[in-house]
């Protein structure tokens, strides 16, 4: 089956977005922002290199699972935006930010657009 336009897209935003964390990690002091990824998600005692490196490896898989339109990338993406959003939304009323409320806006339209496009995930191959 091909792979509508929007999942492509949101693959490739995605890929970037891991390329970026990766690069982040090994050439940005973590310490530079007021406060890093791995305290956005509650863990602020974890060192924010290893964070943005496992994240981006966990990105990638989940990306790689929704390009070739496997069922396993279908749900996971469905997780990871939901996640994605929710950390967004909170950290939307407790700091009041621009990137929170993108965030939060691009959660919930890759959520939306997933959810309009799940057939193309769940197809069966026929074979005669």
């Given at each position: 089956?091909?792979r509508p336009?929007?999942?492509?897209f949101?693959?490739?935003?995605?890929?970037?977005?891991?390329?970026?964390?990766i690069?982040?990690?090994?050439?940005?002091n973590?310490?530079a922002?007021e406060?890093?990824?791995?305290?956005r998600f509650?863990?602020?005692?974890?060192p924010?290199?290893?964070?943005r490196?496992?994240l981006?490896?966990v990105?990638l898989?989940?990306?790689?699972?929704?390009?070739?339109?496997?069922?396993?990338g279908?749900?996971?993406?469905?997780?990871?935006?939901?996640g994605?959003?929710?950390i967004?939304?909170?950290?939307?009323?407790?700091?009041?930010?621009q990137?929170?409320?993108?965030?939060f806006?691009?959660?919930?339209?890759?959520?939306?657009y997933?959810?309009?496009v799940?057939?193309s995930?769940?197809?069966v191959?026929?074979?005669?």
């Amino acid at each position: 089956m091909k792979r509508p336009l929007g999942v492509s897209f949101i693959s490739y935003f995605y890929i970037f977005g891991a390329v970026v964390l990766i690069f982040t990690a090994v050439f940005i002091n973590p310490d530079a922002e007021e406060f890093g990824i791995a305290d956005r998600f509650g863990l602020p005692n974890f060192p924010e290199q290893p964070f943005r490196i496992i994240l981006a490896v966990v990105s990638l898989i989940i990306i790689n699972g929704y390009m070739r339109l496997k069922r396993w990338g279908f749900w996971l993406m469905i997780l990871y935006s939901f996640g994605f959003g929710l950390i967004s939304y909170i950290l939307l009323f407790s700091n009041n930010q621009q990137p929170f409320t993108g965030n939060f806006i691009w959660s919930v339209i890759v959520l939306i657009y997933t959810l309009y496009v799940r057939k193309s995930f769940f197809h069966v191959e026929k074979s005669f």
